[in-house]
């Protein structure tokens, strides 16, 4: 779902599981945009089968992967993530209030209306015999405060998994967090073996310190979405859970003949919902991908306005979720997308920020779409797009400062998490500029560049003077950083 742009330009055929496992990079993506020059040779979007994942350069053409950014920009040793979570926790106010905000439920809201458009295709789904009808069920108010045991240990993340990071994810203590995605209620949902929930989807809003810029927020919404399976064992091969087995790299279980099934069926499946929801004539490719709670995975990537774009990350749901789950003769598939990254691209809405306004000219704009909320229906958004009601001029301003001694006492998202508590969404991003060793006494010195613009209102220089004031009033006592 989200490192396939960092793997694209390399010269080596290498095998992307291993090398993304042993990075520690990897993480799964269902949010927002980020455009990144790629070059890849993408899988079949016809095949069924699935060998050791392996990534080129040898395509001509140009290629741009829409990810999240999941992982750290600053290079980390692996270390036991679970020994560090802060006791008191790290969850500032101006994220504790976006808590129950619900877009995604909200009448009119263009998050709630991709929502219903996804809703809508799931509804009931044919199967390939003509004859089975599959119903998804859905669910949109599960509680966003989680266990580490549910966003992690059930989905196989081990303990050194930069997710875990604090630097990452937001914890109320050391047991509890804000959900980093929907994946966190798989586990309640299939240990429930309730009937209804062969099939579901699970939509809600989720946490994850990052940076700032028009297409990344620390709040974003994603959908979840599972399908389970009753096989027969195939006759070749018959599948029996092994918890020494790797199954990230077996190639004897990736095409056992159940598994390609699943895949096909997870394909086929991905690819009529993203052509109901963008539109029919649409070119689709996968690209082979790693995830702890997957094996095999892909990423689904569509050729839009001339380019390719990430859209979603999918895969084999591992045996040992299914096992843990008292589903061991069970196979299934799960896909995660990000709302805001639909709807960005669907709606042109050009600014994330946009989706928390409660300026009416933004909401206006969507009203009607849904003619029936309160039914699932299919929703005609071929006519709406966002129309800017206004470009408020921008005003920069330069922070520089030098870093403490001790490296790991400074991260780039401490930063962010100061400014955005501060200026709230006043700031339209933050670039780093320029970096500076001093010669003698070894001592690294970072400039930010701090860009202002209202999506309301005017903003005066005398008013952004003040705003820096103030930070820089409280920076280095809040980052341990010392202003130049």
Known sequence: ??????????????????????????????????????????????????????????????????YRRLYSSTPTPIIDYTKIIPKEGNIPTSILEKRGRSLHNRIDHPLSVIKKKIHYHFKEIVEADGKTITRFNFYDNFDSKV?????????????????????????????????????????????????KDTAFLVTGDVYRRDTIDSVHYPV????????????????????????NNDYYNDGQYAMDSNIQFVEKHLKSTLESMIRSVIGTNLEVRWIDAYFPFTAPSWEMEILFQGRWLEVLGCGVVHPGILNAAGRSDEYAWAFGIGLERLAMILFDIPDIRLFWTEDDRFHRQFKGVDKKPEEITNIDISKTRFQPYSKFPSCFKDITFWLPQQKDLFHENHLYEFLRGEA?????????????????????????????????????????????????????????????
């Open 220 to 243: 974003f919404h994603q959908m979840e979405g599972v399908q389970t399976f009753t096989l027969p064992n195939s006759s070749e091969t018959p599948f029996k859970f092994n918890p």
């Open 1 to 66: 779902m989200i490192l396939s742009s960092i793997f694209k330009s390399s010269t080596t055929t290498t095998t992307t599981s291993s090398l993304i496992r042993s990075s520690n990079l990897i993480y799964r993506s269902l949010s927002t945009l980020n455009l990144v020059n790629s070059q890849s040779q993408p899988s079949s979007s016809s095949s069924s089968s699935f060998t050791p994942s392996t990534l080129s350069s040898s395509s001509s053409s140009s290629s741009f992967s829409i």
């Open 147 to 195: 266990t580490s045991k549910q966003n992690f240990d059930d989905l196989l993340f081990p303990n050194d998994h930069i997710g875990r990071s604090p630097n990452d994810t937001y914890y109320f203590d050391e047991n509890t967090l804000l959900r980093t995605h929907t994946s966190a209620h798989q586990m309640e949902l299939l240990l429930k073996k309730n009937p």
């Open 424 to 484: 709230g969404d006043l700031i339209e991003d933050v670039q780093l500029i320029d970096t500076f060793v001093h010669p003698k006494t070894g001592l690294t010195s970072q400039c930010y560049r701090i860009n202002y613009r209202s999506m309301e209102r005017n903003l005066t220089n005398e008013e952004i003077d003040l705003q820096m004031s103030n930070i820089r009033s409280k920076i280095e006592n809040k980052l341990n950083i010392k202003l130049r």
